[in-house]
C-alpha cells in the first residue's frame, strides 16, 4: 500500500465512523426535501441515484418522486467506468457487486445529473468514496462528453477538513445534506 491509500485507508475509517453515528438518527427526511427541491432545478433531466448499502443516506424516495427517467450504477467490472441502468420502484432488482442491488433488465441510460453516494466530502467539492474509483472514472467520461452534474448526497457530519485526493479524483458540482446545498465553484 503506497502512502495516498494509506492516507485514504485511515479516513475512511474515519468517515465510517461518523456516518454511522448519524445514520438512523431521523435526519434522511431533512436531506431528502433538500434533494428533491435541488432537483427541481432541473427539471425532468435523466437522473441516476443509487440503491443505499450499510449506512449510506437514502435517496430512494426522491428517486421515486423524480419526472424524468431515473437510473441506477451498474459495476461492469473492476477499474471501468459505471454503466447506469434505468430503474423505477418496480423494477425487479437482483443482488450485484458490494451488496447493492441492480435491475434484473439492464437498459441503458446515460445521467444528465447524478446523486453520489460518499463516506465524505470536504469543502472544496471532493469525495471519499470506497476506493473503487468507479465514481471518479465514470465523472470524467460523461464530463468529456457533455455537461453533466454531480450532486453529492450525505449527513453534514460526513464533512472532513480535507478529504485525501489523488490526480484522479473528480470533485463534485455541489453536496445535499440534511441542511441544504452546498456548491462547489
Avoid at 449510506?56 to 451498474?74: R, T
Avoid at 453529492?152 to 458540482?173: K, N, T
Wanted: charged content about 20%.
Amino acid at each position: 500500500m503506497n502512502e495516498m491509500d494509506a492516507i485514504k485507508a485511515a479516513a475512511r475509517k474515519t468517515a465510517f465512523a461518523a456516518r454511522k453515528a448519524v445514520f438512523g438518527t431521523g435526519r434522511d427526511g431533512a436531506a431528502q426535501a433538500a434533494l428533491r427541491a435541488v432537483l427541481a432545478e432541473y427539471g425532468p433531466v435523466p437522473l441516476s441515484g443509487y440503491l443505499p448499502i450499510r449506512t449510506e443516506i437514502d435517496p430512494v424516495p426522491v428517486m421515486s418522486a423524480h419526472g424524468g427517467p431515473v437510473g441506477v450504477p451498474v459495476i461492469p467490472g473492476a477499474a471501468q467506468p459505471l454503466l447506469f441502468h434505468l430503474w423505477s420502484p418496480e423494477t425487479a432488482l437482483v443482488d450485484g457487486p458490494f451488496g447493492a442491488k441492480v435491475p434484473a433488465q439492464g437498459v441503458a441510460m446515460v445521467p444528465r445529473v447524478l446523486i453520489v453516494p460518499m463516506l465524505a466530502f470536504d469543502a472544496r467539492g471532493y469525495r471519499l468514496g470506497y476506493g473503487g474509483g468507479f465514481y471518479d472514472r465514470t465523472l470524467a467520461l460523461l464530463r468529456a462528453n457533455g455537461p453533466v452534474t454531480a450532486l453529492g448526497f450525505a449527513f453534514d457530519a460526513q464533512e472532513l477538513p480535507q478529504v485525501p485526493i489523488d490526480a484522479y479524483d473528480q470533485r463534485l458540482d455541489g453536496v445535499v445534506t440534511e441542511t441544504g446545498l452546498r456548491r462547489f465553484a
